[in-house]
Structures are given as structure tokens and as C-alpha cells.
């Protein structure tokens, strides 16, 4: 069985940092692009990044450019998402989810999600 | 960037009716488009990809149909556990979601 658990949430203040992990378990992690998804409090889903099996592609939406990096271990099975200069408008709930061996995909499998709260 | 426009955002149904939501994008993402179901507190699901593809698992009262920049994801028969709101997704250039379709119960 596909899991993929999110930790690393939490409240941080406006200008701070924080790094999720999501850890995958039940299937070839490595074979996989990864990816992550937020949902503001009330809001719609919105894609924020991607990234290759082997982490040499990665991709992120316009908002989150030169603050977020993503990346992954495949020995541990493992995605991140480092979080800098947050803003207000980055509390959401953050999904990691499971793409296809394509490119830009759909998700097949989702994280429970991990709430992460910007705020003063 | 690819705009995902879904209506209506809003649905009032009853058991047993056949309802449609309508996605459509501002410019062609040819057959890469996906469709979830999500409920409140919870991750969304995956129903239907590459526009008309049901995926494994899902029950065949949900399908969808279109191309280029109209799609349509048909519930045949409403049934209780299927009052969720509906996300479109394009993956044709990076990944744009719709902004949800409520169905809730009439």
C-alpha cells in the first residue's frame, strides 16, 4: 500500500523558515516525480512544485520561486520542501503527493497533510 | 500560465441525479486533464485522468469526457458519499487546478 506521510508543519513567523519532509513508503520511490500541493484555509488546491526521479529537474510555481526549494533522498525514501521568507499568504496545508514516471502529471497518491500557520 | 475555469462552483443535488461539472482552460491542454474528489479534513482522490481514464478503484458512476480546452466530469447516480467538492487539474505545462465545485445536497 502507497503511504506518504508529511511532517515538519507547524507556526513560524512572518520571515522565517521551516522544512517539510514527506517519507514514502509501499512503493519504488525512486522511479516516481514527486510532488507538492497547498490548500489555504477555505481555498482551492494549488500546485507548488515537482521534482524528477533522480532530483535533476525541478519546478515551482511563480509564487514560491527563490523562497521554496524542493528536493529528495531516494536512499531514505524521502521529499522536502525548504521553506524561506515565508509570508501570511503561505498558510495552507501542505500535501505531498505522488506523480507518475512523466513530467508534469497528475497525483495519484496523497499525504494526509501538514498544516503550516504564518503568522505574529 | 494556464487558467482553469470550473462551473458551476456550486451544486445542489439529489440522490440519484445525473449532474455535470464543467472544466474549462484558457488555452488548449489537449487530453491532460485530471479530475478529484476531495471531502472536508481530507487529501483529495483521484478519479479520472488523462481526461476520460477512471481510475483503478473508482467506481464507474463517475466519468469523464473533452479535449483541448472543454471537459466534463458526469456523475451518473448521486449517491450519499459522493457530496464533495471537485477539483480539475491540467497538467499539459506545469499543473493548474480549477477552483472546486461544491455538490451538496439539495
Known amino acids: 500500500e502507497v503511504q506518504l506521510v508529511e511532517s515538519g508543519g507547524g507556526l513560524v513567523q512572518p520571515g522565517g523558515s521551516l522544512r517539510l519532509s514527506c517519507a514514502a513508503s509501499g512503493f519504488s520511490f525512486s522511479t516516481y516525480w514527486m510532488f507538492w500541493v497547498r490548500q489555504a484555509p477555505g481555498k482551492g488546491l494549488e500546485w507548488v512544485a515537482r521534482i524528477r526521479q533522480d532530483g535533476s529537474e525541478v519546478f515551482y510555481v511563480d509564487s514560491v520561486k527563490g523562497r521554496f526549494t524542493i528536493s529528495r533522498d531516494n536512499a531514505k525514501n524521502s521529499m522536502y520542501l525548504q521553506m524561506h521568507s515565508l509570508r501570511a499568504e503561505d498558510t495552507a496545508v501542505y500535501f505531498c503527493?505522488?506523480?507518475?514516471?512523466?513530467?508534469?502529471?497528475?497525483?495519484?497518491?496523497w499525504g494526509q497533510g501538514i498544516l503550516v500557520t504564518v503568522s505574529s | 500560465d494556464i487558467q482553469m475555469t470550473q462551473s458551476p462552483s456550486t451544486l445542489s443535488a439529489s440522490v440519484g441525479d445525473r449532474i455535470s461539472i464543467t472544466c474549462r482552460a484558457s488555452q488548449s491542454v489537449s487530453k491532460w486533464l485530471a479530475w478529484y474528489q476531495q471531502k472536508p479534513g481530507k487529501a483529495p482522490k483521484l478519479l479520472i485522468h488523462?481526461?476520460?481514464i477512471l481510475q483503478s478503484g473508482v467506481t464507474s458512476r463517475f466519468s469523464g469526457s473533452g479535449s483541448g480546452t472543454e471537459f466534463t466530469l458526469t456523475i451518473s447516480s448521486l449517491q450519499p458519499d459522493d457530496f464533495a467538492t471537485y477539483y480539475c487539474?491540467?497538467?499539459?505545462?506545469?499543473?493548474?487546478f480549477g477552483q472546486g465545485t461544491k455538490v451538496e445536497i439539495k
Open positions: 487539474q491540467q497538467f499539459h505545462t506545469d499543473s493548474t
Open positions: 488523462t481526461a476520460s
Open positions: 503527493a505522488r506523480g507518475t514516471t512523466s513530467g508534469a502529471s497528475y497525483c495519484d497518491s
